[in-house]
């Protein structure tokens, strides 16, 4: 359900950057799709029950932290990124998730960490648009929501690694509920 949620998040955002021409929107949507394709890397390691979908999650994630701030980065500054400084980092992003899919005992353990960097890549999305003084609606819920899904996955951090390595408990199983309704409040933000 959250991969589907995403991947509409991204069609609209598509949709809304073609319109009126706002090229943050277009950046937001690849970052979205690159969230769905995260999520349906998740999903086929449940069926496959292979690792090797780890790297390719890890890595789609981290597209979508770095687009999503790009995306706000542009709103401050009206001025659109060039992707060429960012294109320095892939070869080192796609080595960090090899070797933290390498190093990770458990997908449950990943998720773990992998929950930090997506709460500090949210933080770093909010610090960038609180630079920004207009008192906008659309910019006021998108800073609730940036600080509302930091605040989820850095919350993540403990219950699952409790979860993981002490004992089981049922508020985790709608944890990607919880995530695509902050996904759904920053998507219309």
């Given amino acids: 359900m959250q991969a589907i949620g995403t991947l509409l998040l991204a069609i609209m955002l598509a949709q809304l950057g073609r319109i009126f021409r706002r090229s943050y929107a277009r950046r937001w949507a690849i970052g979205w799709s690159a969230l769905f394709v995260a999520l349906l890397c998740v999903r086929l390691y449940i069926h496959y029950k292979t690792a090797v979908f780890w790297i390719p999650y890890l890595f789609m994630e981290w597209v979508f932290l770095?687009?999503?701030?790009?995306?706000?980065?542009?709103?401050?500054?009206?001025q659109r990124m060039e992707?060429?400084?960012?294109?320095y980092a892939i070869p080192l992003a796609i080595v960090a998730a090899v070797v933290f899919a390498r190093?990770?005992?458990?997908?449950?353990?990943?998720?773990?960490?992998q929950t930090a960097i997506?709460?500090?890549?949210?933080?770093?999305?909010?610090?960038?648009?609180?630079?920004?003084?207009d008192g906008s609606i659309g910019g006021s819920i998108m800073r609730i929501s940036?600080?509302?899904?930091?605040?989820?996955?850095?919350a993540y951090v403990p219950a699952y690694a409790y979860f993981t390595h002490v004992a089981?408990?049922?508020?985790?199983?709608?944890?990607?509920?919880?995530d695509l309704f902050v996904a759904a409040i920053l998507g219309f933000a």
Avoid: Q
């Fill in 168 to 178: 089981k408990f049922p508020f985790l199983e709608y944890s990607s509920l919880a």
């Fill in 118 to 133: 997506v709460g500090a890549g949210a933080t770093a999305s909010l610090m960038t648009l609180n630079r920004r003084t």
């Fill in 146 to 154: 940036l600080a509302l899904m930091a605040g989820l996955y850095f």
């Fill in 83 to 87: 992707f060429r400084h960012a294109a």
């Fill in 103 to 113: 190093l990770a005992p458990s997908f449950d353990d990943l998720f773990t960490v």
């Fill in 66 to 78: 770095y687009l999503l701030w790009a995306g706000c980065r542009e709103v401050l500054t009206e």
